[in-house]
Each structure stands twice: as C-alpha cells, then as structure tokens.
C-alpha cells in the first residue's frame, strides 16, 4: 500500500474559478464542483498545429501519489485530474537522480547524472553541454524561464543561480536571498511587510505551527502563475516553450489559509518505517549514516509521529495550492488561444519520503524520492492512452518535447520520446525500456562527513539502483548491494542479498546494471575526426577527414 493512502473518503475538490487573481473561496460551498468546469488543457481540435508552444510545468519535490489521478484518495487535485483524463498518465515515472540541481540537470540535458557530473545543487553544470533550449533554437522556438532551474554560475555558491545555455530568464524566483528578491518586491508594493532577512518570509507566522505570513492571493505559487501567465501572453507572435517552476511543495512547509488547513493531519497515512532509527541503521552502513544525519531531515522532533502526520498535511495542502494556479494557467493558455497549439507536460524534479523510513525529503535510494508524476497533453494526439504502465525516466521529456516540436533530437541523449507511447495501444512499438535506473551521489565535498563516517573516498560515495518488474538492486562501489522484492515487499525492508537463494537474482542484476552503465557512459567526444599527418614539402596533400565511430 503507497503510504501515502488512507481509507478515508474523498472529501471534495478545491473550488475557485481560474482567473487572473483568484481566491480560494469558501471550500465547503464550492466542494465537488470544480472538476466539472476546469479548462481543457486538450482540445477536440486535432489538426496538425502550425505553430508548436511547449509550456513545462515543473513542481519541486512533488511524489506520484500526491495527486488524485495517481490514486491518493484524499487529494484535491482537480485540474491535474483532468489533465491526465485528457491527456496521459504516466504511472511508473521516475527521476533520474536527485537533488533538485542533479534532477534538473538531467531534465533539460536527457543524460544521467553520472554523464553530465552536476552532483550536487552546488555544482557548476558543463555550459557546453547540448539542452533542450539550444535544440530547440534551430526550430526557431525561444526558450523561456519563469522560477528556476537550480544551475550555478560559480562552484558552491548557491545565490549566484543562473539558466542554461539558450534560455531566457523571464522571471527569476528561486529559493535564496537573492532569488526572492522579485517575489518580495510584488508583496511590498502590496502592502505587505517584507522582513529585513529575505529568507524570513518562508517563517511560520507568529503562534502559529504552518500558517504562511502572506495572503494565498500573493503566495509565492501565485507569483510564479502570474509571471507565467503574463510570459504566456508576451509571447503571442512567436512560437515558445516556457519552462514554469513552482517551489512547493518543497519546505518550508507552510501555506496560505485556506491550504494550510485544508487537510486534516488524522487523515494523512502512518510512515512506513522501521520501529527506530537505529534498527532502519542496522538494515545496511548507508542507512545507519543517512538516517543518522545531523540534518533538518532528521531531526527527531520532526519525525515523531504527530509531527510527520502535521507535515504532510500541510504538504497536501500545498499541492492542491499549486494545483489551483495550475489551473489558472490552463485558463490563460484557453484564452489566449494557444491551447489547440501547445504540448503541456506535467513532471517533478524528484519526490519525497515525507517521513518514511525516519528521513524526509529527497535522495537516498527509497521509491517514493524519485517517483513522480508525468502528465503529457498533446493537442494532435487526441487517441492518447490514459494511462501508461511501461517504465519511464525524466531523460524522455527532453526526447519528447524536441520530437513534438519536430527539433533536433539532442546528441548523446540517454531518453527517448514519448510519443510513441501517446498513440494508441493497438498501434505502438515496442518500448526500449523495462527497467528503471536512478543515481544518487552523497559525497560532501566541504565536511566530508559521509567520507569520514563510513572511510569511503569521494569516489565511492555514490550509489545506482535498478528498479526491475519485480526486484530492486542497489548498487554500492564499495559497500554490500542490498537487493528488495517489489512483489512482497513494496516497502523495501527486508534485505535479500545476503540469502544464498537469491544469488543469481543478484548477480543479474548487477550485470545489467553495468550494461546500462555502460550502454549510456558520456559519448560528448565520439564522434572524433581522424585526418592524414600533414605532408612534408610540396608533396601530396592530406587526404580528406575521416569521421571515426
């Protein structure tokens, strides 16, 4: 069972109609009701558009089932619903690694982490490196970024954030001194206090445990929905792609009434964890240093079980926060006229364990870090298949956007589009992948702790894990694999790799690891020109370039 679920009931959709500065409104009135008057993110128009817009809307730290449509019972979720109605759901998505700056590296460059390096949200990325903004340039669509996307300009400097090569910075938001600083300025030419610490705004207000300082209609949710509301409406007589970032539901976990109240923490699901800490420790060394961290993700108070259920709580209601001016966009996007032109796609840079397994947040190798969803809406694929079930990873997106857009496909790239699996069932071929693969490098290159702690080189301070029909393999350059059984054990608790019985399992896994591994090693310089030595003298001159492959 995801532990998200719960038995309870849905109680109702979110109310509000999409317009430029909505309010919630009175929920209890409007329960139930919006769902039915969403705007179409898909339109029954199914010619072969002659212009192609591409609006990528990215939340941070968003799990698959936070979302109704991903089967979360209590969820208020309703223009996402219908975006997947309408369009695909992808329902085995995962990240390719995380956190948010690796995740989003991989996003935008279709390669893995261990091909473009940006380990960390602190490491420069390689600027020379192809993305999906310089792709799509030769097909004369520009690039556009509303919010962030977590590259850095100089090495371990955090505020010095900047966008890849050949996208435009329409709006800068990001989760720093300086990337609050266009938000901040909205709420003070509001009325709004501003504190002196820009960081100060994400406090909880006074007495009170996740009540934002703000009012919902100037959240940071609803800045980044307006700013790309009005990118959207900037940008009529070009072809775009806008890149939306929205924050949450990443922490500070604390909303704007009504979503700070909106779910009830007696609803939310029990953690699936061990009984302790330090019996989770004992399951492997990786997981004795994780959850023993000296770390906001594992402070104790933080994890007690009325603190997690409160956690969540909030978390939910900032999904279905983000969810609400999801919906406004789509409004936007039906007014302006765009929506029978553009391809909407729906993703996160990675998950959250939110309590489970004593961790919150991301990283590690647990399911629920870097399951997310993929929502994919395009306006000629009127058969789409409402749901998928083959596995798929955030290296496809970049794929499949430039496939849509009919763009160069990206050299080297480790994903594959999508659209084939937007067609129907009866007419697709068959999909290359059925396994997951996703990375995770936990080296810390300033204190060296997990070096220290488990007398690992930075070298070895990674891991990968394959995620196959039935087991999942987590690989170690130097520790022991551990090895879980999907089927049995969804929870991944118990350890089969030291059992005899499952050595062959192991070791299949572990060599079509190193296949992939191999098959999507770093490939920027294959493509190598061999040409004859120069001649001496006046002699013969030397024969034409030869590619070699």
Sequence with gaps: MDPLRHPAERTGVLGGQPGPHPHPGDLSAQSGRLADRVPLAVTDRTATPQRRNVLLIVADQLRADALGCYGAPHARTPHLDALAARGTRFERHYSVTAPCGPARASLLTGVYQSVHRVVSN??????TRPNLATALAPAGIASHVVGYTD???EEASGDAETVPRGFNWHTRFDL?????????DQLASHGQLVPDDPMDVLLPAPGSRNLARYPAKLSDTAFVADRTIACMTGLQDQPWLILATFLRPHPPWVAPFPYDRLHDPADMAAPLRAASPAEEGRRHPFLRHWVGRDVPDTAPADLTAEAIAAHRATYFGLVSEVDHHVGRIFAALENLGRAHD??????ADHGDTLGDHWSLGTGGFRDTAYRVPLIVAAPDRRAAAAAVTAPTESVDVAPTVLDWARAPALPWSSGHSLLPLLSDPAERTPWPRSEIVHEFDFRDPVDHIPE???????QECNLAVLRGPRFTYVHFPAQRPLLFDQLTDPGESRNLAELPQYGQVLADCALRLLDHRMRHVDQARTGLVATAAPAAG???APSPPRRVT
Excluded at 122 to 127: G, K, L, S, V
């Design 176 to 184: 720093n001194r300086t990337g609050l600083r266009s938000w901040l």
């Design 342 to 347: 553009t391809l909407v796609v729906v993703t």
């Design 538 to 540: 006046n002699g013969p």
């Design 452 to 458: 220290r702690v488990m007398s690992l080189s930075p």
């Design 122 to 127: 602190r490491t420069r990325a390689d600027e």
């Design 151 to 153: 590259t850095v300009a």
